[in-house]
């Protein structure tokens, strides 16, 4: 009797595990350090469980496989086509999108987003890394358990796809349609294969995100502070135009927004870090063109500010 209790006690932790680690018990008598230890504990068992089920070598396939799908998109079909579909799937998007928009806010959130998209388009690109297995293709860093997420969602629902293709399958067998039923049913099966563990993926790395959070947490608190100390005057000159909802964004209009030496050095840091991580380019100006934009004018622009300043 004892066995058989045990025994659904491990069933139902490991269907817990699997499905909903969040709604785990842990006892209240419990201090809120021993609870947190508790909570890491959970989410230690969950990544040991998804790791018996193929995440670890299932993963170091798929990331071989993202290598070569880059490799195809730029060798095959071409850099400059993906981009130019690309940006013309998110521009049709946020076109729709601010249609919909009722507020100003929204609207420049919206638009946000889609420059974000773009950008990021480009800086997979450049990696040859996909934003959903690696965890410093986009800079912010904070976000990549939002892309696991995601990508999970899109598997889930391929996963849906597949069982009713593959009822179907079934009923045209039973009904005396003979290849057709054993081609679908087959792919359908082996793609139902891959979306599951493309999902045990990305709940195995959903889970290590969870074990390392405090880790996770300090790091990017001391890279922060890292940046905004490096960036001091470029923060400070900015902060008060970008308020007032001024876009920053657009064009060369940021070089003539900034009105220190230190605060126009970092600014030329930023952009040569952004061009080489993301083939940024201003509209105008090759990337040439933007190196020589920015080295010269830090010296003949800064000149009469600090003349005016003393």
Same mark, same amino acid.
């Given at each position: 009797?004892?066995?058989?209790?045990?025994?659904?006690?491990?069933?139902?932790?490991?269907?817990?595990?699997?499905?909903?680690?969040?709604?785990?018990?842990?006892?209240?008598?419990?201090?809120?350090?021993?609870?947190?230890?508790?909570?890491?504990?959970?989410?230690?068992?969950?990544?040991?469980?998804?790791?018996?089920?193929?995440?670890?070598?299932?993963?170091?396939?798929?990331?071989?496989?993202?290598?070569?799908?880059?490799?195809?998109?730029?060798?095959?079909?071409?850099?400059?086509?993906?981009?130019?579909?690309?940006?013309?799937?998110?521009?049709?998007?946020? !076109?729709?999108?601010? =249609? *919909?928009?009722?507020?100003?806010?929204?609207?420049?959130? /919206? +638009?946000? @987003?889609?420059?974000?998209? $773009?950008?990021?388009?480009?800086?997979?690109?450049?990696?040859?890394?996909?934003?959903?297995?690696?965890?410093?293709?986009?800079?912010?860093?904070?976000?990549?358990?939002?892309?696991?997420?995601?990508?999970?969602?899109?598997?889930?629902?391929?996963?849906?796809?597949?069982?009713?293709?593959?009822?179907?399958?079934?009923?045209?067998?039973?009904?005396?349609?003979?290849?057709?039923?054993?081609?679908?049913?087959?792919?359908?099966?082996?793609?139902?294969?891959?979306?599951?563990?493309?999902?045990?993926?990305?709940?195995?790395?959903?889970?290590?995100?969870?074990?390392?959070?405090?880790?996770?947490?300090?790091?990017?608190?001391? !890279?922060?502070?890292? =940046? *905004?100390?490096?960036?001091?005057?470029?923060?400070?000159? /900015? +902060?008060? @135009?970008?308020?007032?909802? $001024?876009?920053?964004?657009?064009?060369?209009?940021?070089?003539?927004?900034?009105?220190?030496?230190?605060?126009?050095?970092?600014?030329?840091?930023?952009?040569?870090?952004?061009?080489?991580?993301?083939?940024?380019?201003?509209?105008?100006?090759?990337?040439?063109?933007?190196?020589?934009?920015?080295?010269?004018?830090?010296?003949?622009?800064?000149?009469?500010?600090?003349?005016?300043?003393?």
């Amino acid at each position: 009797m004892e066995e058989k209790k045990e025994l659904l006690t491990n069933i139902k932790y490991t269907y817990q595990l699997l499905f909903h680690p969040d709604k785990i018990k842990i006892k209240e008598s419990l201090s809120e350090k021993q609870k947190e230890q508790a909570r890491k504990d959970i989410y230690k068992d969950k990544l040991k469980l998804h790791e018996k089920l193929g995440a670890k070598q299932f993963q170091k396939l798929l990331i071989k496989l993202d290598k070569y799908k880059f490799k195809f998109l730029k060798k095959v079909i071409k850099e400059e086509r993906v981009l130019k579909y690309s940006d013309q799937y998110t521009d049709k998007e946020t !076109s729709k999108q601010l =249609k *919909k928009a009722k507020t100003q806010t929204e609207k420049q959130m /919206i +638009k946000e @987003i889609a420059r974000r998209k $773009k950008v990021l388009t480009r800086c997979q690109l450049k990696e040859e890394k996909s934003i959903n297995y690696f965890v410093n293709v986009d800079r912010r860093s904070e976000l990549f358990p939002f892309y696991l997420e995601y990508n999970k969602k899109i598997h889930k629902r391929c996963l849906k796809t597949n069982g009713i293709l593959l009822a179907s399958s079934i009923i045209m067998g039973i009904s005396g349609i003979a290849i057709l039923p054993i081609i679908l049913g087959g792919y359908q099966v082996l793609a139902g294969i891959k979306n599951i563990q493309c999902i045990n993926i990305q709940e195995y790395n959903l889970a290590r995100i969870k074990v390392m959070q405090d880790i996770i947490i300090k790091r990017n608190m001391r !890279s922060m502070k890292k =940046k *905004k100390e490096e960036n001091k005057e470029l923060i400070t000159e /900015i +902060k008060p @135009i970008k308020e007032k909802g $001024k876009d920053i964004y657009q064009g060369n209009d940021i070089v003539d927004l900034i009105n220190t030496k230190e605060g126009l050095l970092q600014l030329r840091q930023n952009l040569l870090a952004l061009k080489k991580t993301t083939h940024f380019q201003e509209e105008n100006n090759t990337s040439k063109e933007l190196e020589e934009m920015l080295i010269p004018k830090v010296e003949e622009r800064i000149k009469p500010v600090i003349a005016v300043k003393k």
